[in-house]
């Protein structure tokens, strides 16, 4: 075997590619012997380890002096058993409208007897909806119609609510006290005498704004509303004589305007009865 450093081509030189025929590159190193400088060893080595390195990748390169790439191989693909595998029955090359459409129709039905045929645990034909929040959790679409429902009552009596309170509470009293009278009114008698007690008491309690006796009438119930009032210790005395409210604590937090304005109105007064006594006095 010859030495390493002599099948070394030159630098510059076009060697073939490692994965070639080997006796081709070993013509061309024969070829090369002879015009090898001792020097340029080193660089040829290098050269060498990189075309070493590169070859592997170099697969679609073709091959020198017009030979034949053989294919690779390959590797077969593992059959799926996620899903069958449904024919096309597709047929290829010139076809009429017919054709197509016959063929089109036939794919049809074989794929809807095929969905026929399969499991309905595989199929989910008959699987129940699940509806998803936003969030992807499963909502209850029964609760949700029933809160909706809730909502939608509440709803309505709000507005109901409101419709009778804009309609007037007074007016509606007037309504109710009207209807209980009538009630009460289909219970009475037909005729009724002077000594009915119950018609005389409705007669002396009703009241006529031409009736000079009203002001002595004392029984008469009125509904004027009752507010809570200061219980406590007098209160300084104010230009507008303003009650304070009933939660007052008995402190004076005013800036003493109030008692100055009073001071000076007193010392006003006597200052002018003074001066009224001392003109006098003479007479």
Avoid: C
Avoid at 20 to 29: N, V
Wanted: aromatic share 6%; net charge positive.
């Amino acid at each position: 075997m010859a030495d390493e450093s002599d099948d070394i081509p030159l630098v510059g030189e076009e060697a073939p590619l490692i994965d070639a025929d080997p006796e081709l590159l070993q013509a061309f190193l024969q070829q090369q012997r002879h015009r090898k400088k001792p020097t340029e060893a080193r660089d040829a080595t290098s050269d060498i380890s990189i075309t070493q390195t590169k070859s592997p990748k170099s697969t679609t390169t073709n091959p020198p002096n017009g030979a034949e790439s053989v294919p690779r191989a390959s590797s077969p693909r593992k059959p799926s058993d996620a899903s069958p595998v449904v024919p096309t029955r597709t047929t290829y090359g010139l076809q009429t409208a017919a054709q197509l459409h016959k063929e089109k129709v036939s794919q049809a039905q074989h794929r809807k007897q095929l969905m026929e045929s399969l499991d309905t645990s595989v199929s989910g034909r008959d699987a129940a909806t699940v509806y998803r929040t936003k969030t992807g959790k499963v909502s209850d679409m029964a609760a949700q119609r029933a809160e909706e429902a809730a909502r939608r009552r509440r709803e309505e009596e709000r507005l109901m609510e409101q419709m009778e309170w804009g309609k007037g509470l007074v007016q509606k009293q007037d309504r109710e006290l009207k209807t209980k009278r009538l009630e009460d009114e289909k219970s009475q008698p037909l005729a009724r005498y002077a000594n009915d007690q119950e018609l005389n008491r409705e007669l002396s309690q009703r009241t006529r704004w031409d009736d000079p006796a009203t002001k002595f009438i004392k029984n008469k119930s009125t509904s004027k509303p009752q507010y809570p009032v200061y219980q406590g210790p007098t209160p300084p005395p104010n230009r507008f004589g303003i009650q304070p409210g009933f939660r007052w604590d008995g402190v004076d937090r005013s800036n003493g305007f109030e008692s100055n304005y009073f001071s000076t109105q007193n010392s006003r007064i006597a200052s002018a009865q003074r001066d009224y006594v001392y003109r006098t006095e003479d007479l």
